[in-house]
């Protein structure tokens, strides 16, 4: 939202604030969301090591740390999960809006 665009700055508070009130619910699925999405790639990438330890999507979701959500005036978000050196380092995105719920789980970076 831009800095000066305060009617963007309000809603984008509105739709923050009303995912604070349920972020319980809103990390459990988020996580949920990603493990789905991403443990079958995390093992392909474990495979590479020689210690690798199987991750499975409930250890996953366990193992991912939020670490920013990024809000839009129109209620779209994108939150960035710290990965625990699943994927070494990369961060993993997960993107939705508060109409739409969550809608997709990647890796950046």
């Known amino acids: ?20 009130l349920e ?17 079958k790639l995390a093992c392909e990438w474990a495979e590479s090591e020689e210690e690798a330890v199987k991750i499975t999507e409930e250890s996953f979701a366990k193992r991912i740390t939020l670490s920013l959500i990024c809000m839009t005036s129109g209620g779209s ?23 739409k719920g969550i809608v997709s789980a990647d890796i950046e970076g």
């Open 1 to 20: 939202v831009d800095k000066d665009n305060k009617s963007g700055i309000t809603k984008a508070k509105k739709y923050i604030k009303s995912m604070i």
């Open 23 to 39: 972020q319980e619910k809103w990390d459990k699925d988020m996580r949920l969301f990603a493990a789905k999405k991403l443990t």
């Open 77 to 99: 978000f994108s939150a960035y999960f710290d990965d625990d050196d699943i994927f070494f380092d990369h961060s993993i995105t997960v993107c939705g809006s508060q109409k």
